[in-house]
């Protein structure tokens, strides 16, 4: 017997198409944030209960709802957007059908509260079933609106029980604000939990795109992204976004696809962008891509989808080649370089059970017979002979040696392999006489002139008798622990309250894991003059050169305070000339309420000139009475600071140093010492640029900052530096890889 067909009860349709179009509290939230937004607001608040199944409410302060229009504002095919079925195909709008509210109504309790900018109050309304349940009431409310969505489904058993996870409806209620708030980035978005103080989403209307995925994503997808943008007159589109390089990857592809402002899913053009990313991302993960399609209205049909989640769009094949081949070209620019980024991770510092390595065998461990086995994750480099990263890394035309043989720039290299060194010798008294060092370098000559000096070994007149100062003795034994090998033989007491102090908060500071880290490191290769890699026990550094040279030499200066040898330079340096050229540089931060730069170099010289003896007694500086630099105190051997810096070295002398505090005077001082000995880029770079013609003749200046480096400073770094303990926080020491770890990874591969 055939079926009986009835016209099916009004309230059944109703629910029906309801539950067709709000599957889930967060298409409900998607429909009314979409209101808001055609209402132009710039605010958008949304704050949930249960995940949204008990209470819903968003609230805006957009252009809001007349008073008249309340009456069936919650009535299915009733909008303000559209009044005939040809605006379809112009559509600029998120809603057209005016279901949304009539679907939320007919499966939850609905109120509204609206003002609009003409009105003297608010009105308040409560729907049920699309129907208003009494006359809109006079209220008190902000301009805009606020809808109340309470007790969703509570007519539908089926679909409540089907979302019983209210956390897993708040991810995802979250998830549509956030994709809304990004790209909407004119306008605020706020999404939290009823009760709470602190919203889960939160965008300013003043913040950018970029802004708004680092505030929703986090940093690591923001610092990874590049912008994208096309258009195509023929194709009748635009597109732009932000995608993120090689650098990045997920488990799982984020997508935010808007087109026409309308958040929508396309799995053709997700696919095709997948597909280029193959290529460069590991196996099984995927990118995070933000993409805005703008095409024309009448090229779209927005109306194929109840709850608008896919469109359709003429030429789709064309516009998504076109967006493809747009990506791959952006990824092809940005796959220049990687970035690693990495946590500071220290020497001692506290790690789990599995990550502890035993240490290697040591020497007197092994003559007593332990023979504990090392694994191969946990064993290390300890023959010096091996291979270091400098033989891989230099140019064909300039084959690898250990050291500088002929020095046309910098200081004379120091003794080949196996020769005794002067530090390596025992110490003879050779009376009052300093050491000194074969030097040949760039000299700045008066008038900005650049010659080639020669700083030629010469005797050093012997220093003043002893003072009979109680403050200052001299000291017969040379055989002293903290000496450096630059120093005098003969060696002054200082008993100086102030100089005592200064060593004693070095000291105090001194961080005793790295301080071990240095003493032990085997040395792998110079990054950059301002970088170096080390390697100690299983583990690889990145070393801040710079900043440890600077604290080394500060420190020298204050251990060894007035125990220095001299550094005579062969053709006097005016400290006028010096003075000028500091002037002219845009560093010295000079300007025309300064005064002429004349009238500042001349009293730079006159007041230098006072401060002649106590330079010259303390630090070695030497000034003669005509006002040239003549002398440089030597720190340690076979090291010569980059005189470029002289200039401003001087004006810095007489500027940035507090000469009327003795403690706070040597203190500066001895920073402003420290800051141009230390070896620095912009001091090295025009050296290591050498052409080809120049490697020919000599060995490259390349060659010899990274053999100064190795050879000079980073040895010295073993006996004589007392790391700080800033120096575990502030990155300028840190810990790229570590043995262990790589094995986890290479099993994983």
Known sequence: MAGVIRRLDEAVVNRIAAGEVIQRPANAIKEMIENCLDAKSTSIQVVVKEGGLKLIQVQDNGCGIRKEDLDIVCERFTTSKLQKFEDLASISTYGFRGEALASISHVAHVTVTTKTADAKCAYRATYSDGKIKAPP????????????????????????????????????????????????????????????????????????????????????????????????????????????????????????????????????????????????????????????????????????????????????????????????????????SRMYFTQTLLPGADCSSSEVVK???????????????????????????????????????????????????????????GAVRPQDAEMEDVGDLVEMADVQEETVMPGGASESGHLSPETVPPRKRPREDADIEMEKDDTRRDMTAACTPRRRIINLTSVLTLQEEISN????????????????????????????????????????SQELFYQILIYDFANFGVLRL?????????SMLALEDPESGWTE????????????????????EMLKDYFSLEIDEEGNLIGLPLLIDNYVPPLEGLP????????????????????????ELALFYSIRKQYIIDEANVTNSQNEDSDSGSTTWKWTVEHVLYKAFRTHLLPPKHFAEDGNILQLANLPDLYKVFERC
């Not at 679909?159 to 708030?181: D, Q």
């Not at 003493?519 to 170096?532: I, K, L, M």
């Not at 505090?661 to 001895?670: H, R």
């Open 137 to 336: 009431k006079p209220c008190a409310g902000n301009q805009g609106t606020q809808i109340t969505v309470e007790d969703l489904f509570y007519n539908v058993n089926t679909r409540r029980k089907a979302l019983k996870n209210p956390n897993e409806e708040y991810a995802k209620i979250l998830e549509v604000v956030g994709r809304y708030a990004i790209h909407n980035s004119g306008i605020s978005f706020s999404a939290k939990k009823q009760g709470d103080t602190v919203s889960d989403v939160r965008t300013l209307s003043n913040a950018s795109t970029v802004d708004n995925i680092r505030s929703i994503f986090g940093n690591a997808v923001s610092r990874e992204l590049i912008e994208v943008g096309c258009e195509d007159a023929s194709l009748a589109f635009k597109m732009k976004g932000y995608i993120t390089n090689a650098n990045y990857s997920v488990k799982k592809c984020i997508f935010l696809l808007f087109i026409n402002h309308r958040l929508v899913e396309s799995a053709a053009l997700r696919k095709a962008i997948e597909t280029v990313y193959a290529a460069y991302l590991p196996k099984s993960t995927h990118p995070f891509l933000y993409l805005s399609l703008e095409i024309a209205p009448q090229n779209v049909d927005v109306n194929v989808h109840p709850t608008k989640h896919e469109v359709h769009f003429l030429h789709e094949d064309s516009i998504l080649e076109r967006v493809q081949q747009h990506v791959e070209s952006k990824l092809l620019g940005s796959n220049s």
């Open 509 to 548: 500071q001194a961080h005793a894991n790295l301080q071990e880290m240095l003493h032990d490191h085997s040395f792998v290769g110079c990054v950059s003059p301002q970088w170096a890699l080390a390697q100690y026990q299983t583990k690889l550094y990145l070393l801040n050169t710079t900043k440890l």
């Open 648 to 671: 401003m070295f001087i004006l810095r002398l007489a500027t940035e140093v507090n000469w009327d505090e003795e403690k706070e005077c040597f203190e500066s001082l001895s920073k």
């Open 359 to 417: 240490a290697p065998a040591n020497s007197s461990a092994a003559t007593k017979g332990t023979s504990d086995k090392v694994y191969a994750h946990q064993m290390v480099r300890t023959d010096s002979r091996e291979q270091k990263l400098d033989a891989f890394l230099q140019p064909v035309n300039n084959p690898l040696s250990t050291g500088p043989t002929e020095v046309t720039t910098e200081v004379t290299a120091g003794p080949p392999e």
């Open 593 to 612: 309420e300064d005064g002429p730069k004349e009238g500042l170099a001349e009293y730079i010289v006159e007041f230098l000139q006072k401060k002649t």
């Open 570 to 578: 062969s053709e006097p340096a005016p400290l006028y000339e010096l």
